[in-house]
């Protein structure tokens, strides 16, 4: 089952320990990934992310970009699917540094037991890194998408400096880790729930790219996208 839940606004990283507040994420998260006004950024979310949240929780998720899938768009094929990393570095969204600590990190943490506990610090960080720059990644797909002539080294004003302080990148989140605490009711009240009010001050998004982006690339992402909501 789902034993860790990874979650980004634009202000927060949120890393909560599924298990401890499985029964609080239903209540908390689900009409907030029903809401259609309100856009999840996922990647590679069919095969795994949108069933698990609907097998474990309940959750349905409607209005998703996945990065991925608008990779895949962008350069022009479904039959290759870049790695998260690999798409952070061609669209040059996150310090050099900070991916080859991601890679690293997912090679030993990728295929762990995350239903252990307590989690390591190093996996909370893989996890955390999971989803800390999908919301800058999708803004940059966006802007690549509706304009395919677009050079990379227009787009600095979705990526963050090299010389940002990412050593780490969960200093926002501190206060909502607390993998020793046996009960994890810390963690229940402050993950699951504050992550649901961050979300809620997301910015509403429509369902479909603007009028004025609709090139075909774009359009495929969309529909592309649209299609893991059904799964």
């Not at 890393?15 to 996922?42: G, M, Q, Y």
């Not at 677009?150 to 400096?161: A, I, K, N, T």
């Not at 993950?191 to 359009?219: C, K, M, V, Y």
């Not at 992402?221 to 909501?229: D, P």
Request: proline share 4%.
């Amino acid at each position: 089952g789902c034993a860790a839940l990874q979650i980004e606004t634009r202000s927060r990283t949120y890393v909560v320990d599924a298990i401890a507040t499985h029964d609080a994420i239903p209540t908390a998260l689900a009409p907030i990934f029903a809401d259609e006004s309100v856009l999840k950024v996922f990647h590679a979310c069919e095969s795994v992310d949108v069933p698990a949240l609907h097998r474990d929780f309940g959750i349905f998720v409607c209005n998703l970009f996945d990065t991925q899938l608008a990779a895949a768009a962008w350069l022009g094929t479904t039959k290759r699917r870049l790695s998260l990393v690999e798409t952070l570095r061609r669209l040059r969204v996150a310090p050099a540094a900070v991916l080859d600590r991601h890679a690293a990190l997912k090679a030993t943490h990728q295929r762990r037991d995350w239903l252990a506990r307590p989690l390591e610090w190093d996996a909370v960080e893989y996890g955390a890194l999971d989803a800390r720059f999908l919301l800058p990644l999708k803004d940059a797909l966006l802007a690549v998408l509706a304009s395919p002539t677009r050079r990379l080294d227009d787009l600095s004003e979705y990526c963050l400096d090299d010389d940002d302080d990412d050593d780490d990148v969960l200093d926002d989140a501190e206060d909502v880790l607390d993998w020793g605490d046996d009960d994890g009711a810390g963690l229940q009240q402050h993950g699951a729930r504050s992550a649901a009010a961050a979300l809620e001050e997301q910015t509403a998004h429509p369902g479909g790219p603007p009028a004025d982006e609709e090139s075909d690339a774009l359009r495929q992402a969309w529909c592309l996208s649209h299609r893991a909501c059904l799964k």
